[in-house]
């Protein structure tokens, strides 16, 4: 049996990094919890394979922070810096690790400044560091000039080493085309920006890669769509970035999570692996029936059989039963499980030809990108909850039973995480 440290230390040959500003630790749209979209963000790591997640507008205090790590120890890391002055309410970023793709043991954290600016390192595959760059950059344009000269020289006070990646909130666009309608920002702000990139030697690679495509992540109150959430990465990286994607999150939030993959080319190529059933398909009662008359179909040829022959003969027979339960098992999961993230696949396609069609007015393209992103949004409450209820259905069936599951949920290195654990340590700390 492996130690907590083992399994800390394996490793993928690739990972996949993000970056969401999830304003606040609550939401209306939740249950009323002061950690309420920690749950979805657990879930969204699990579900999308993230291995690093970098958020922003965490508003964290210390007991908030220790209530989170305590109920999601199992599958979660987590490394935060709040705003001094009001922690609970103002900026706040953190790294969260998933334990179950990354290796933990060996993580630091470095503050730039305090609830804004803070540099990860973590051991990656084969022992190799990588450092990470979380930004949330003030909201007032002004600010932003001494806030990217700060982070220039605290970076190099620190000696870090070369960044890897700078990622988050940058509250500031570079180009007018990731402002719409299209405008340059403040120059000052721009120049000062710049100036840090070239000291830790990022590059906005989307960017460059895609340079007259639009992508927006967030819709201001005054009707205006900007790019604000961007991943920077070292030029050493480019040929290893693959899977840029922007989108919305099923964790509630007014901004967009932006996602890449590093995967080097120099490591072995790592196929998709042998398909097996979905486990939300095994008690299908319709699937089952088909299942039943399958078999006795080919009881009855087994049965009915002739002279044993190269192309008929059992062994052949039930091949071709086990080829139908395939395919039966495929098209019971595209009709009941794959209907909303198809849904959600080619919603989210029209929205991006919404945003880059040149034909359409910029009040026509913010109208439409309106309904799409409420009809994803919809989607996405709608799979979290189903997603939830089969948490709640399997906890009340094995909760109690001697189990792999009971082991998994009850072991003295993880604490509880089924759904009603989850609801009596929100409702002690209301208490």
Request: charged share 25%; hydrophobic share 30%; proline share 4%.
């Amino acid at each position: 049996m492996q130690s907590d440290t083992e399994k800390e230390k394996k490793t993928r040959a690739n990972i996949k990094l993000a970056t969401l500003n999830m304003k606040g630790r609550t939401s209306s749209n939740l249950e009323q919890s002061q950690i309420s979209k920690w749950t979805v963000v657990n879930q969204t790591m699990r579900d999308q394979k993230i291995g690093i997640l970098c958020l922003q507008e965490t508003h964290l205090t210390t007991d908030h922070l220790n209530q989170v790590e305590n109920i999601f120890l199992r599958r979660l890391k987590i490394l935060s810096t709040s705003d001094p002055m009001r922690p609970g309410s103002s900026a706040g970023i953190a790294f969260v690790l998933n334990k179950e793709i990354t290796n933990t043991a060996d993580t630091l954290i470095k503050i730039l400044i305090p609830g804004r600016a803070a540099v990860l390192s973590t051991k990656w595959h084969n022992n190799e560091t990588i450092n990470i760059l979380n930004i949330y950059a003030p909201n007032n344009a002004n600010e932003h000039h001494d806030f990217w000269k700060k982070i220039e020289t605290e970076w190099l006070g620190a000696n870090l080493g070369p960044l890897d990646f700078m990622m988050g909130d940058f509250n500031l666009t570079e180009n007018p085309i990731d402002r719409a309608p299209a405008q340059l920002d403040n120059e000052n702000a721009i120049s000062a920006l710049r100036d840090l990139r070239s000291t830790l030697r990022v590059q906005d690679t989307w960017r460059d890669e895609h340079p007259h495509q639009r992508m927006f992540t967030f819709s201001s109150n005054h009707h205006t769509l900007s790019r604000i959430d961007r991943i920077y990465a070292s030029e050493r990286h480019t040929e290893s970035l693959v899977e840029w994607n922007s989108g919305i999150s099923q964790i509630p939030t007014d901004h967009h999570m932006v996602s890449v993959r590093l995967a080097p080319p120099n490591l072995p190529h790592i196929g998709k692996g042998r398909w097996s059933w979905p486990v939300g398909i095994i008690s299908d009662i319709d699937l089952n029936k088909k299942i039943i008359e399958s078999d006795i179909e080919a009881q009855r040829r087994i049965e009915e059989m002739g002279p044993r022959t190269e192309t008929t003969n059992p062994q052949t027979i039930w091949k071709t039963f086990k080829d139908n339960l395939t395919i039966l098992a495929k098209d019971t999961t595209k009709t009941h499980l794959a209907k909303i993230n198809q849904r959600i696949k080619t919603l989210t396609k029209d929205l991006r030809k919404i945003t880059n069609c040149k034909e359409n007015t910029l009040e026509d393209t913010r109208m439409n990108r309106i309904i799409l992103e409420k009809e994803i949004e919809h989607l996405h409450k709608k799979r979290y909850k189903e997603s939830h209820l089969r948490a709640q259905v399997k906890w009340a069936t094995h909760g109690e039973t001697i189990s792999k599951y009971w082991s998994k949920i009850n072991s003295q290195k993880a604490p509880r995480d089924g759904p009603n654990d989850t609801r009596q340590s929100q409702k002690k700390w209301q208490r």
